[in-house]
T-cell receptor, first 111, second 113 residues
Framework: RKEVEQDPGPFNVPEGATVAFNCTYS??????FFWYRQDCRKEPKLLMS???SGNEDGRFTAQLNRASQYISLLIRDSKLSDSATYLC????????????FGTGTRLKVLA | SQTIHQWPATLVQPVGSPLSLECTVE??????LYWYRQAAGRGLQLLFY??????ISSEVPQNLSASRPQDRQFILSSKKLLLSDSGFYLC????????????FGPGTRLTVL
């Protein structure tokens, strides 16, 4: 089993749609969780951290489910500019320096 | 917040040639630093990380090496490139536990011919 798993997609959605991605992780001792966005041929950029209580930033909502070991990202009212690959990232147990990246979920928002 | 600088942006090198990629960090002191490689259509593979000057941990045995001669400088090297070394090389730093957030440089796209 991969340490971090994501559905590669692509998810093709119309503008204005709501889309959700899930990501599962295998290490129950993981401490920190993030969603990054990566545009084609560019570096990953932090989209949001994921807190135990869940967090929201505008049209983006992230949730963490420790019992089932998954995190989710919900995008409401999709824009063309949301088209990108979304990377799930999990930091290992305390004292390690390893960020484990999923292979990403590709989103295409269509006009 | 910190800024990660990398150069060059693109590089084409023949097989067997040496490599040196440099990464510098601005806006923070004593960061943890990382080198990743991303092959086309693939996820990020951690190559090296460093918690301080002269301290390098290698994650993947290969013909690459890393050095950290200064607090905010991280260098990736090879004596002889292989075709399989082609990829997108990314340097990243984090704020050492403050938020555990990693920030990436713009990357170097390396093609080995």
């Amino acid at each position: 089993r991969k340490e971090v798993e994501q559905d590669p997609g692509p998810f093709n959605v119309p503008e204005g749609a709501t889309v959700a991605f899930n990501c599962t992780y295998s290490n129950s001792a993981s401490q920190s969780f993030f969603w990054y966005r990566q545009d084609c041929r560019k570096e990953p950029k932090l989209l949001m951290s994921v807190y135990s209580s869940g967090n929201e930033d505008g049209r983006f909502t992230a949730q963490l489910n420790r019992a089932s070991q998954y995190i989710s990202l919900l995008i409401r009212d999709s824009k063309l500019s949301d088209s990108a690959t979304y990377l799930c990232v999990v930091n290992g147990a305390s004292g390690t320096y390893k960020y484990i990246f999923g292979t990403g979920t590709r989103l295409k928002v269509l006009a | 917040s910190q800024t990660i600088h990398q150069w060059p942006a693109t590089l084409v090198q023949p097989v067997g040639s040496p490599l040196s990629l440099e990464c510098t960090v601005e806006g923070t002191s004593n960061p943890n630093l990382y080198w990743y490689r991303q092959a086309a259509g693939r996820g990020l593979q951690l190559l090296f990380y460093s918690v301080g000057i002269g301290q390098i941990s290698s994650e993947v045995p290969q013909n690459l090496s890393a050095s950290r001669p200064q607090d905010r400088q991280f260098i990736l090297s090879s004596k002889k490139l292989l075709l399989s070394d082609s990829g997108f090389y990314l340097c990243a730093g984090d704020d050492r536990g403050s938020t555990d957030t990693q920030y990436f440089g713009p990357g170097t796209r390396l093609t080995v011919l």
